[in-house]
């Protein structure tokens, strides 16, 4: 018996590939986006390992990897293709290594990078559903568990040098004068392994948005946001608050500008959506450095913009045509 | 994101070359019905098949032939090689209305487009896609026909005003018609984006827009009295006259071109065309370019989750969220994807071009709209 013909004409020696439109398209894949996201976090990582030794690259390379191979356990677990070599497992784990104190145990940096794929994304429905930005996901929950193990004074108090945060936190203003803001902007100041690079940062931030990998609008409103309301509050008694170059180079606000706060999925869609999302959260950090009981306000200032995103994306243009 | 600088505007240094009449014409006529059988002997311009709706122009034999084959696709005529040709109709003598209008579409034009009123005529002059340059080379090489059909176009449809949109800084003007320049980057060349640049508003009711290869093809119609059947070609850089139903295989043999297996052969535009699963294909009315793509050249699209990065609504034209429409075709909620501007929609492709996750978005797109108007049909019967 003939096989039925599905197609007429359909040509056997030459198979074309029929794709649909448009059949043009900008080359860019989330494999390239991740890619060139890890590239723009080597500097930081480099100035991590000169200031605090390789310790600073072990813990990388274990939250790096216990975040790979729990996406593979999870999506084996949902029956999914193993799409690993997107290296968006690898570029999550790598982030939340970026906020952890240099001398982090290895269980930490392992917990971190299985919370942040586990409870950050898989539960969500994976890479891009995730509502709020993974790596805050399992900083979070690890800062709650083993407080004192993700306490950054506590843990670098071997080094000669303070955090600008914790310093403005339990010292107050008065205690700023050890600061040399070239020293912050070079990253000479106690932080995240990474996040507190603010100089290798910027330099990776720039680059992604030189590439057209990430936009302005985020970055630019998050920068505003906290130089804004900084200005504000020193106005207001400039003996109780700092001011607002003090904030932008201190602690993680250059890492949560280029890095946490562009994260593709928990960010809204829209410029206008983009700019408000970036000014809010640039707005609590100094909020909360000002009254919460963290020291450095931008992971929990992230999440919380992260929250109000979907109201956020209501802020758009009409349609086109629509009256 | 990628900055698209894809201008529209070409340097166009040679006249329409005439394409070598193929032996075997593969006229398309799915869902068309047909008015001839397996054996019909044709004359050139003899009416092959007619569109179910009305209001689209009818379908015509290219070349003098035999009838060979007919299946649900295509219909195969056997070219002899003959030069008889149908009688010419007069349509310019034929007074105003139905009449002239029911003959115009017997001899291809699309009656619809010229059917009732409009305040305002747009003609657009733009090249359509990125490497095509028929447009261009129409307004150079085809005014005598151009200005026949804007003559004919203006006695059916009364407008009050008359526009011709070209690239900014061209100087072509058609007698009758004030000229307007547009931005000659695609996707201004699209007929919303022209008509908001012409009259500042977006879907006005009382603007009709017919583009310059349909103003030619109705001017030819009512120099010559013939039916249409050729259609213009930007194929590698030049354009060509090529006889409707023409397999794309005779194409690629008389411009000594080749396609090797995997790759992407494209009718039409590269951004809205559609890609043939076979050389035999035919080539239709309203194909203005042939393009190959080799399939390793751009990363293919993906069945994979929208990353929810928001490039496609940042790119959009039409201000539409096309993450979100895609996601709800992809679950079948048509009605959902409609609150998300799906009817805004002019089918640009820009999303899909852009989209970092390489989901299928303007098909995603065009798959909700299909189904909407097919369940709407279905309530009407």
């Given at each position: 018996?003939?096989?039925?013909?599905?197609?007429?004409?359909?040509?056997?020696?030459?198979?074309?590939?029929?794709?649909?439109?448009?059949?043009?398209?900008?080359?860019?894949?989330?494999?390239?986006?991740?890619?060139?996201?890890?590239?723009?976090?080597?500097?930081?990582?480099?100035?991590?390992?000169?200031?605090?030794?390789?310790?600073?690259?072990?813990?990388?390379?274990?939250?790096?990897?216990?975040?790979?191979?729990t996406?593979?356990?999870?999506?084996?677990?949902?029956?999914?293709?193993?799409?690993?070599?997107?290296?968006?497992?690898?570029?999550?784990g790598?982030?939340?290594?970026?906020?952890?104190?240099?001398?982090?145990p290895?269980?930490?940096?392992?917990?971190?990078?299985?919370?942040?794929i586990?409870?950050?994304?898989?539960?969500?429905?994976?890479?891009?559903?995730?509502?709020?930005?993974?790596?805050?996901?399992?900083?979070?929950?690890?800062?709650?568990?083993?407080?004192?193990?993700?306490?950054?004074?506590?843990?670098?108090?071997?080094?000669?040098?303070?955090?600008?945060?914790?310093?403005?936190?339990?010292?107050?203003?008065?205690?700023?004068?050890?600061?040399?803001?070239?020293?912050?902007?070079?990253?000479?100041?106690?932080?995240?392994?990474?996040?507190?690079?603010?100089?290798?940062?910027?330099?990776?931030?720039?680059f992604?948005?030189?590439?057209?990998?990430?936009?302005?609008?985020?970055?630019?409103?998050?920068?505003?946001?906290?130089?804004?309301?900084?200005?504000?509050?020193?106005?207001?008694?400039?003996?109780?608050?700092?001011?607002?170059?003090?904030?932008?180079?201190?602690?993680?606000?250059?890492?949560?500008?280029?890095?946490?706060?562009?994260?593709?999925?928990?960010?809204?869609?829209?410029?206008?959506?983009?700019?408000?999302?970036?000014?809010?959260?640039?707005?609590?950090?100094?909020?909360i450095?000002?009254?919460?009981?963290?020291?450095?306000?931008?992971p929990?200032?992230?999440?919380?913009?992260?929250?109000?995103?979907?109201?956020?994306?209501?802020?758009?243009?009409?349609y086109?045509?629509?009256? | 994101?990628?900055?698209?600088?894809?201008?529209?505007?070409?340097?166009?240094?040679?006249?329409?070359?005439?394409?070598?009449?193929?032996?075997?014409?593969?006229?398309?006529?799915?869902?068309?019905?047909?008015?001839?059988?397996?054996?019909?002997?044709?004359?050139?311009?003899?009416?092959?098949?007619?569109?179910?709706?009305?209001?689209?122009?009818?379908?015509?034999?290219?070349?003098?032939?035999?009838?060979?084959?007919?299946?649900?696709?295509?219909?195969?005529?056997?070219?002899?090689?003959?030069?008889?040709?149908?009688?010419?109709?007069?349509?310019?003598?034929?007074?105003?209305?139905?009449?002239?209008?029911?003959?115009?579409?017997?001899?291809?034009v699309?009656?619809?487009?010229?059917k009732?009123?409009?305040?305002?005529?747009?003609?657009?002059?733009?090249?359509?896609?990125?490497?095509i340059?028929?447009?261009?080379?129409?307004?150079?090489?085809?005014?005598?026909?151009i200005?026949?059909?804007?003559?004919?176009?203006?006695?059916?449809?009364?407008?009050?005003?008359?526009?011709?949109?070209?690239?900014?800084?061209?100087?072509?003007?058609?007698?009758?018609?004030?000229?307007?320049?547009?931005?000659?980057?695609?996707?201004?060349?699209?007929?919303?984006?022209?008509?908001?640049?012409?009259?500042?508003?977006?879907?006005?009711?009382?603007v009709?827009?017919?583009?310059?290869?349909?103003?030619?093809?109705?001017?030819?119609?009512?120099?010559?009295?013939?039916?249409?059947?050729?259609?213009?070609?930007?194929?590698?850089?030049?354009?060509y006259?090529?006889?409707?139903?023409?397999?794309?295989?005779?194409?690629?043999?008389?411009?000594?071109?080749?396609?090797?297996?995997?790759?992407?052969?494209?009718?039409?535009?590269?951004?809205?065309?559609?890609?043939?699963?076979?050389?035999?294909?035919?080539?239709?009315?309203?194909?203005?370019?042939?393009?190959?793509?080799?399939?390793?050249?751009?990363?293919?699209?993906?069945d994979?989750?929208?990353?929810?990065?928001?490039?496609?609504?940042?790119?959009?034209?039409?201000?539409?969220?096309?993450?979100?429409?895609?996601?709800?075709?992809?679950?079948?909620?048509?009605?959902?994807?409609?609150?998300?501007?799906?009817?805004?929609?002019?089918?640009?492709?820009?999303?899909?071009?852009?989209?970092?996750?390489?989901?299928?978005?303007?098909?995603?797109?065009?798959?909700?709209?299909?189904?909407?108007?097919?369940?709407?049909r279905?309530?009407?019967?």
């Amino acid at each position: 018996m003939n096989p039925p013909i599905l197609k007429a004409m359909s040509d056997i020696s030459l198979r074309l590939t029929v794709s649909p439109p448009p059949h043009w398209r900008s080359g860019r894949t989330i494999q390239g986006m991740m890619q060139a996201h890890l590239l723009a976090l080597i500097p930081a990582a480099v100035m991590a390992a000169v200031m605090y030794g390789w310790r600073a690259l072990s813990v990388v390379g274990m939250a790096g990897t216990a975040a790979v191979l729990t996406e593979v356990a999870c999506l084996r677990l949902q029956k999914r293709d193993v799409d690993v070599d997107n290296y968006s497992a690898l570029y999550a784990g790598v982030l939340f290594a970026f906020l952890l104190p240099a001398t982090a145990p290895w269980w930490l940096a392992a917990m971190g990078g299985v919370l942040t794929i586990a409870l950050g994304r898989a539960v969500f429905g994976g890479f891009g559903c995730n509502p709020v930005c993974a790596p805050l996901v399992a900083w979070a929950v690890c800062r709650f568990s083993w407080p004192e193990a993700m306490d950054i004074d506590l843990n670098l108090a071997g080094f000669m040098a303070n955090s600008p945060v914790d310093q403005l936190m339990y010292f107050g203003v008065g205690s700023l004068g050890q600061f040399d803001y070239m020293d912050l902007f070079m990253g000479r100041q106690l932080g995240g392994l990474g996040s507190s690079q603010v100089a290798a940062v910027a330099v990776g931030g720039l680059f992604l948005l030189a590439a057209r990998w990430i936009r302005l609008f985020i970055p630019f409103g998050f920068l505003a946001g906290v130089a804004g309301t900084a200005a504000v509050y020193r106005l207001i008694d400039p003996t109780v608050y700092a001011d607002p170059v003090f904030h932008l180079l201190a602690g993680s606000t250059m890492f949560g500008a280029f890095f946490l706060a562009t994260d593709t999925a928990s960010s809204p869609v829209g410029k206008i959506p983009q700019i408000v999302f970036g000014l809010i959260a640039g707005a609590m950090v100094v909020v909360i450095r000002a009254h919460g009981v963290y020291p450095d306000g931008v992971p929990f200032a992230i999440m919380v913009a992260n929250l109000l995103s979907p109201l956020l994306e209501r802020l758009r243009p009409k349609y086109f045509g629509v009256r | 994101m990628l900055k698209i600088r894809y201008p529209l505007d070409s340097e166009l240094a040679n006249s329409i070359r005439e394409m070598r009449p193929p032996k075997e014409l593969h006229v398309n006529v799915r869902n068309l019905v047909l008015k001839v059988g397996k054996g019909a002997v044709l004359r050139k311009g003899d009416i092959v098949a007619e569109h179910p709706s009305k209001g689209v122009g009818a379908f015509h034999a290219s070349a003098c032939g035999k009838v060979s084959g007919v299946n649900y696709h295509s219909l195969t005529v056997k070219c002899s090689g003959g030069e008889e040709t149908v009688d010419p109709v007069n349509v310019e003598t034929m007074g105003k209305g139905l009449e002239l209008l029911r003959a115009l579409q017997g001899l291809g034009v699309d009656a619809a487009l010229f059917k009732g009123g409009a305040e305002v005529l747009v003609v657009n002059g733009q090249n359509p896609e990125p490497g095509i340059s028929v447009a261009q080379q129409l307004l150079r090489d085809g005014r005598e026909e151009i200005h026949a059909g804007l003559q004919m176009a203006r006695r059916l449809l009364s407008p009050g005003r008359t526009v011709l949109a070209v690239p900014k800084g061209e100087e072509t003007s058609i007698p009758g018609a004030e000229t307007v320049g547009v931005k000659a980057k695609y996707p201004y060349s699209l007929d919303a984006l022209v008509v908001r640049a012409v009259t500042g508003r977006e879907f006005p009711e009382d603007v009709r827009v017919v583009n310059v290869m349909d103003l030619y093809d109705l001017g030819k119609v009512v120099l010559t009295g013939l039916p249409i059947t050729e259609t213009l070609m930007s194929i590698a850089g030049h354009n060509y006259r090529v006889p409707i139903g023409t397999p794309v295989r005779h194409i690629l043999d008389a411009l000594h071109m080749a396609a090797g297996p995997g790759d992407i052969v494209v009718l039409g535009g590269p951004f809205r065309g559609e890609a043939i699963y076979s050389l035999d294909q035919g080539v239709k009315k309203g194909d203005h370019g042939l393009f190959i793509t080799s399939s390793d050249s751009i990363p293919a699209v993906q069945d994979a989750a929208c990353i929810n990065c928001g490039e496609c609504v940042l790119q959009c034209p039409a201000r539409i969220q096309p993450h979100l429409i895609s996601r709800c075709a992809e679950y079948e909620r048509f009605d959902e994807a409609v609150r998300y501007g799906l009817n805004s929609c002019f089918e640009c492709g820009l999303c899909a071009f852009n989209c970092f996750a390489r989901r299928p978005l303007l098909q995603y797109i065009r798959f909700a709209k299909a189904q909407i108007l097919a369940k709407g049909r279905e309530t009407q019967s």
